[in-house]
């Protein structure tokens, strides 16, 4: 395990409650059914906007874009967040934006967690070899036969 890996573990076992740790993440659950939805985010009501990158990055984008149209440079500029980047750097965790995917202002918040990219399935060639033969009741017997 990485020093990332065992920093991350330990803050998450000072959040988790042992004894009940089923009650953290039905809190993390309804936050994502109610609060922070795929389709309409409620940004401004969620509790953990401090700490949300999607939103510090939305609100980048928003400040350049108003820069850009009102020609005046941005009176404030927003303080960058203290977040351990962890699994995004290395590549390993599936739900961060990869560094060679842009981010799509579009999409807003919602360009977190991104669905993960699938293997493509495995492409098998395959003779199947099928013989039929008549029993002496007159009923149909086949035989199969298949190599990759």
Avoid at 28 to 50: D, F, I, N, S, Y
Wanted: aromatic fraction near 4%; charge should be positive; glycine fraction near 4%.
């Amino acid at each position: 395990m990485n020093n990332n890996a065992i920093v991350l573990r330990a803050l998450a076992h000072t959040l988790v409650d042992q004894t009940h740790p089923g009650d953290f993440n039905q809190a993390m659950m309804e936050l994502g059914a109610t609060v922070c939805t795929p389709k309409t985010p409620l940004c401004m009501e969620c509790p953990v906007k401090p700490h949300c990158r999607a939103l510090h990055q939305v609100e980048k984008d928003r400040l350049n874009s108003t820069k850009r149209l009102l020609g005046k440079t941005a009176s404030k500029s927003l303080p960058m967040l203290d977040v351990e980047e962890c699994a995004a750097v290395s590549g390993s965790c599936s739900l961060c934006l990869p560094p060679s995917v842009p981010w799509d202002p579009s999409l807003g918040v919602t360009n977190f967690p991104r669905k993960t990219t699938k293997k493509q399935p495995r492409i098998e060639h395959t003779a199947t070899c099928v013989l039929q033969r008549r029993c002496s009741d007159g009923n149909p017997e086949y035989f199969l036969v298949r190599r990759a």
